[in-house]
């Protein structure tokens, strides 16, 4: 069971939560950083923050699904993106929110960053997932 909290009194998050409350007992998933390469290692989406993201939320899909979970058990990620512009970041965000990962909504942060781990990468994400008790071994 997922709580998703909006705190009243806080400026409301435009399409995230402030918090996600699991209760005790609940098996979770600490996803590594989900990156915009191919299974063969190739960057797809060079230069281009949107589809590498599209690319990203593919890669995270598979590792959710290699778990036993999805897009709608995500609790929390953190979303990186080599910018420091408003618009590239919401642009990004824009492809969270239509990815079916703000089911709920989950709690995110949005973060720009000056560089990422590989050569030409602008997006990571990593997430936090609860994997359904149907799904269990």
């Not at 998703?4 to 609940?26: C, D, I, M, N, Q």
């Not at 599209?54 to 699904?65: F, G, K, P, S, Y």
């Not at 642009?91 to 079916?100: I, L, M």
Request: negative net charge; proline residues 7%; hydrophobic residues 45%.
């Amino acid at each position: 069971m997922i709580q998703r909290v909006t705190v009243p009194g806080l400026f409301p998050p435009p399409g995230y939560a402030h918090a996600s409350v699991v209760e005790a007992g609940t098996r979770l998933a600490f996803l590594a950083g989900s990156v915009p390469l191919d299974g063969d290692g190739k960057l797809i989406g060079e230069g281009d923050p949107v589809r590498q993201a599209e690319q990203v939320i593919d890669n995270l899909a598979a590792q959710l699904r290699a778990v036993g979970s999805d897009v709608a058990h995500v609790l929390v990620t953190d979303v990186y993106v080599v910018s420091g512009e408003t618009a590239v970041l919401s642009a990004v965000w824009d492809v969270v929110e239509a990815s079916g990962l703000s089911t709920g909504p989950h709690s995110s942060t949005l973060i720009g960053v000056t560089c990422l781990g590989y050569p030409g990468q602008l997006v990571e994400i990593t997430a936090t997932a609860v994997v359904p008790e149907d799904a269990r071994p």
